[in-house]
């Protein structure tokens, strides 16, 4: 459930390259185990945005704090606090999933038994694999394990399930959910439009490095009507995706690496 309770805050943010505004100047929170999305077409400032509060770019103006702790002053402290799942994660070659488990955790100053965290993505059959034998969509699945292993207050994903099919993708939603029920708060960038409806509480939609609207996914979709937006297209009920999943289920642990 989403808290009243601040835990990102980001105020003015800024970012240049050369003559190049990256981030112009936006402002957004982010509540306790909220899922907030940050959308926009390539190029519109959305991983660096990320970049920035997870300490990994530097912040060239305005301001951005995780649970009060400011980001730029304290970037080792905040990267304590923080998860982050990138869009190409990478694990060392021939190491096993519940080693590589127990390196992360080490590196937090944690001690976890791999194998609960493994089952609960549903890897426990895979816990002697090495990543490099995964799928794709168990890849996504065991890089938000590895993220989660100090129990952050906030967690990243940027575009998660680019890439994956249905059954993964539709696996991948039920992870960030069950995620956000440990109370950890949500910070992610897609370019469907479908998956930011079906699991953010609020989005923001940026263009050209600005926040041009922040609400959620329904509130958003009424005031596009309000101004007289109509389908050309009549929507059915279910569409092609639909089928597929109901035809060849929806098992978390299916698939071997392509």
Same mark, same amino acid.
């Given at each position: 459930?989403?808290?009243?309770e601040?835990a990102?805050?980001?105020k003015n ?10 981030v112009?100047?936006?402002s957004f ?5 909220? *899922?907030?999305?940050i959308?926009?077409?390539n190029? $519109?400032?959305?991983?660096? %945005? ?27 402290? *905040?990267r304590?606090m ?5 869009q190409?994660p990478?694990?060392?070659?021939? %190491? ?6 127990q390196?992360?955790?080490?590196a937090?100053?944690?001690?976890v ?13 895979k ?18 394990v590895t ?18 099919d249905?059954?993964a ?9 069950? %995620?956000r029920?440990r ?10 439009m479908?998956?930011?409806? $079906? ?17 959620t ?13 109509k389908?050309?297209?009549?929507v059915?009920? $279910? ?5 597929? #999943?109901d #035809?060849?289920g ?6 071997? $690496?392509r």
């Amino acid at each position: 459930m989403v808290s009243n309770e601040v835990a990102v805050k980001v105020k003015n943010l800024r970012k240049t390259y050369d003559e190049t505004v990256a981030v112009d100047g936006i402002s957004f929170k982010v509540y306790r185990g909220e *899922i907030f999305g940050i959308l926009g077409p390539n190029g $519109a400032g959305k991983t660096t %945005t990320l970049e920035m509060i997870e300490t990994l770019r530097s912040i060239d103006g305005g301001s951005a704090s995780i649970d009060g702790v400011d980001v730029a002053t304290k970037p080792y402290q *905040i990267r304590g606090m923080i998860g982050v799942q990138p869009q190409s994660p990478g694990f060392q070659d021939k %190491t096993k999933l519940t080693e590589l488990i127990q390196m992360f955790a080490s590196a937090y100053g944690e001690k976890v038994d791999p194998l609960n965290f493994l089952n609960e993505v549903g890897l426990g059959d895979k816990a002697n694999s090495y990543v490099e034998q995964l799928s794709g969509g168990q890849k996504q699945r065991f890089s938000i394990v590895t993220a989660l292993v100090h129990n952050p207050k906030v967690f990243f994903l940027d575009e998660p399930t680019t890439g994956l099919d249905p059954q993964a993708r539709r696996n991948l939603w039920d992870l960030v959910e069950e %995620t956000r029920r440990r109370g950890i708060s949500i910070i992610l960038t897609t370019h469907y439009m479908d998956e930011a409806e $079906a699991l953010c509480d609020r989005v923001a939609i940026m263009d050209n490095g600005k926040i041009i609207a922040i609400d959620t996914p329904k509130n958003l979709i009424k005031a596009l009507l309000k101004r007289g937006f109509k389908k050309t297209q009549h929507v059915e009920q $279910a569409n092609l995706e639909d089928v597929f #999943l109901d #035809l060849t289920g929806k098992r978390l642990g299916e698939g071997t $690496a392509r």
